[in-house]
């Protein structure tokens, strides 16, 4: 049973994860919440437990050009991995999420609904 403590919003962010000791994964979010992300990634050596160094880069106007954190892989399928992270994004990126419709009937990671936002 999955357990959220935020609405999942779907959109397409770029993002670029980080393993220590390993170069850098470009990926893209398929979903994000204040708490978490799924995120699509070709990348098939994440592990449940892992500590990720995660940039997700910000459009202009949020006041930073990127938002650094940490997060857990709390999820790893074939579609991608689920993150948990370290801490709440800033708030420009919570305002930019709370004007987003919220993801409906969507199965965690597909990154695909009627109406999807796309961040540039």
């Known amino acids: 049973m999955e357990h959220r ?13 980080w393993r220590h000791g390993s170069p850098p994964v470009a990926a893209e979010i398929a979903d994000i919440s204040i708490t978490g992300l799924f995120v699509k990634v070709s990348e098939r050596r994440f592990a449940v437990n892992q500590l990720l ?18 997060a857990l892989v709390v999820r790893t399928g074939p579609a991608g991995i689920g993150l948990l992270l370290d801490q709440p994004g800033p708030p420009a990126l919570l305002s930019l999420l709370e004007g ?13 609904a009627s109406g999807e936002i796309i961040l540039h």
């Open 5 to 17: 403590c935020g609405t999942r919003r779907v959109v397409r962010l770029p993002v670029v994860l």
């Open 53 to 70: 160094g995660v940039e997700v880069p910000l459009p202009p106007g949020c006041g930073l050009s990127a938002w650094r954190t940490r």
């Open 100 to 112: 987003l419709p919220p993801a409906r009937n969507l199965p965690a990671g597909t990154g695909r």
